[in-house]
C-alpha cells in the first residue's frame, strides 16, 4: 500500500520543458489536487526577446580577452569564472559565435605569435635544461672524473647536454630566428625608452653565448640593425636638434650602450657596438657638428660642451685632427677681425689678450691641455697678428706704456707683472719687435723724462723681461736709458753742491738730465725763446758740465723740459706743474694783460702746431688759467688770450695736461718712417755680410739666405730695390753671362 502511495506521488507531477529561443530551460509544474480534475500552470515565452544592453558586447569581450591573457601569462584572472562562463553563454545566444569565435583564435594566433612570450617560454625551457643536466651529471660525477675525462675525444656530461639542446633546439632554423627577433625587439624597445625585462635577456644572451651561436646567430644581425638604427637617428637629429643638445644626446646614447655591455650583452662585442655607435652619430657628421656648431661654442664660451665634443671626437678615427683644423681656423677669423679692423684699434691689444685667456682655458680645461692643440693655438696668433703689419707693434708698446705710466691704479704691482706677462706673451708672435721697439723706446724716454714712471722695479722688469726675450742687443739702449738717468741724478747732486759755491747764487731750482744721444730717440731741435734767467743757468751748467766732461757738446731739448711755476690768484697762491711750453706762454702774462696768438708766437718762438696745442691746454683743459676770446674748443689765428684771475682749484700744486705725454700724428709717422730706414740698413748690412763669405750667390738663394737672417717682414720687392741699390754703390755686381749671379766687389 505504501509503495502504491509513493508511484502515485510521482504520477501526481509531470513537467513540460519548452526551449526559448535564448537557449534557456523553462519548465512548467503541473499539480493535481484531486484525482479526475487536473489544471496545469504554463509559463509563456516573452512576446520580445530582451535587449542586451549597449556596448554589452564590446564590454564582455574586454572581460573575456583579459581573462584569456591572464591564463596564457600564468598570472590570476580578474573575474569569476561562472561569470565568464554565463557571459559566453549569453553572447552565444545573441548569435555573436562567430565573431567571438574569431576573436579567440586572434588572441590565441597573437599570443603563439607574441615574442616576448616565446622568449620566456624559451627561457623556461633552457633553464629547466641546465637544472635537469646539472643534476644529471651531479649522479654521473664519477663516471664524468673517470671515464669521460680520460678519454679526451669525449665530451663531459654539461657539455654533452650544451650540444643536444643546440641540436635539437636551437639549431632549428625557425627557433634560431624567433628568439633573436624577440631578443633583437626588446633591445629596440629599450633604446626607444621603454623598460623591458633585462635579467631574461641576459639569460638568453647567455644561452646563446654557452652554445657557442651568439656571434653568428644574434651578434651580426644586431650590429647590422644598430648601424641601422643610429644612422637614421644621426641624420634626423642633426637636422632637428642644435649642436650641445645633440653631443649631450651622443653621450646619453654611448653610456646607454656600454650599459646593456655590462648588463646583459657579452662583453666581446662592446667594441664592434660601441665603435659602430660613434661612427654613425658622429664620424659621419664631424664637419657638420663643427661647421654647425663650434663657433657658437667658443663664442659663448661653453666649456662643458667643448670638453664634452673634445671628449666625443677624441674616440673617432680622424676626430682630434678634424677638431684641430677647425680650432685653427676659427682663432684665425676671430684673431684676424680684432688685428684688422681700424675701428678696434683702441681695444686691439686689450682684446687680444682677453682672446688669449679664452682660448688657453678652452685648451686646459676642455682639450685636455692637448700639445697638438697649443702649438696650433700658438701658429694661428702668429698668422692673424702678422696680417697686419706693424700696427700690432705700435699698439703693444702702447699698452705697455698706459700700463707703466703713473696714475695707473687699476693693478697693484702683482696684478702688473701679470698683465706684461701676458703681454710678453702676445709679442712673442709679432714678426716686427723693431717696430715695438721703436715705440717702446720714445714712450719709454717720455716716461723717465717727465717723470711719469709708474715703478722703477716694473720698467726693470719689462726690460729684463725683453731682454730674455730677444737678446741683449734688442734692450742695450733701453738699458743705456737708464743709466743716463741714474748718471744724470749724480751729476746734479755734484752741480747743486758748485752752485752753493757761486757768488750769485740763482732763484731758479734747475735740474738737468744727461742723455746720451745714441740710447734715445731722435728728437727735432727747437729753437725757443727763454727768459734771461733760465739762458744764464744754462750757461752756467754747460761750464760746469764741460769742465768735468772735455770733448762732449751739448745739445738742449726744450720739448721734453718741464718746471714748476708759482701763482697767484684771487683765491690765493698757487703752484702749476707745467711743461716747459706752457712756462714760457705764462711768463708772458707777467709783462701784460693780455696777447695774441701771433704775439705770443712772435715773443716764445715756439713752433705753431706746438703753440696751439700748448695754449689749448692752458685756455680749454680742466684747468683753465687762461681765458681764450672769442671762448672755444679749438685756438685759431686771431684769438686773444688773458690771465685768468679768477682761477679756482681745491689743490695748492695743479697738474696741468702735459702735451708731451700725448703722441702727435707727426710722431707716429716719424717714428714709423725711422723703422723702415733702420731696416734699410739692416737689410744692405745682411746683403753685404753673406756676399763677403760667399763671395758670388745666384739672387734665390741670396734672398733666402736673407729671409733666414733678417728678424722683421721684408717684401721679396723690398729686397730686389736694396740689391739694386748696391750694386750702383759697387758693393757688388752682376755676373756678365748671368744676370741672376752676383760677385762681391772686394
Known sequence: MAEDTRQDKRASFSAITEHNTNGMARTSAVASGKSGASKKLVIKNFKDRPKLAENYTEDTWLKLRD?????????????????????????????????????????????????????????????????QTIMIRSIFLFLDRTYVLQNSLLPSIWDTGLELFRTHIVSDSAVQKRTVDGIL?????????????????????????????????????????????????????MQERDVPEYLHHVARRLEEENDRIVSYLDQSTQKPLISCVEKQLLGEHMTAILQKGLSTLLDENRVTELALLYQLFSKVKGGLPTLLQFWRDYIKSFGGEIVCTPEKDKDMVQDLLDFKDKMDNVAQSCFARNEGFINAMKEAFETFINKRPNKPAELIAK???????????????EELERILDKIMIIFRFIHGKDVFEAFYKKDLAKRLLVGKSASVDAEKSMLSKLKHECGAAFTSKLEGMFKDMELSKDIMIQFKQYMQNQSEPSNIELTVNILTMGYWPSYTPMEVHLPPEMVKLQEVFKLFYLGKHSGRKLQWQPTLGHAVLKAEFKEGKKELQVSLFQTLVLLMFNEGEEFSMEEIRTATGIEEGELKRTL????????????????????????????????????????????????????QVSTTERVFQDRQYQIDAAVVRIMKMRKTLSHNLLVSELYNQLKFPVKPGDLKKRIESLIDRDYMERDKETPNQYHYVA
Not at 92 to 121: A, I, M
Open 67 to 131: 581573462a584569456v591573457g591572464a591564463i596564457q601569462n600564468s598570472t590570476s584572472i580578474k573575474y569569476n569564472l561562472e561569470e565568464l562562463y554565463q557571459a559566453v553563454e549569453n553572447l552565444c545566444s545573441y548569435k555573436v559565435s562567430p565573431t567571438l569565435y574569431k576573436q579567440l583564435r586572434q588572441v590565441c594566433e597573437d599570443h603563439s605569435l607574441d615574442n616576448l612570450s616565446f622568449l620566456k617560454r624559451m627561457n623556461r625551457c633552457w633553464q629547466d635544461h641546465c637544472r
Open 185 to 237: 625587439e626588446q633591445i629596440e624597445l629599450e633604446r626607444n625608452g621603454e623598460t623591458v625585462d633585462r635579467s631574461l635577456l641576459r639569460s638568453l644572451l647567455g644561452m646563446l653565448s654557452d652554445l657557442q651561436v651568439y656571434k653568428d646567430s644574434f651578434e651580426e644581425r644586431f650590429l647590422i640593425e644598430t648601424n641601422r638604427l643610429y644612422a637614421a637617428e644621426g641624420q634626423l637629429l
Open 399 to 413: 699698452y705697455v706704456d698706459s700700463k707703466l705710466r703713473a696714475g695707473n691704479k687699476e693693478a697693484t704691482e
Open 616 to 667: 689749448q691746454s692752458l685756455a680749454c683743459g680742466k684747468a683753465r688759467v687762461l681765458n681764450k676770446n672769442p671762448r672755444g674748443k679749438d685756438v685759431e689765428d686771431g684769438d686773444r688770450f688773458n690771465f685768468n684771475n679768477d682761477f679756482k682749484h681745491k689743490l695748492f700744486r695743479i697738474k696741468i695736461n702735459q702735451i708731451q705725454m700725448k703722441e702727435t700724428v707727426e710722431e
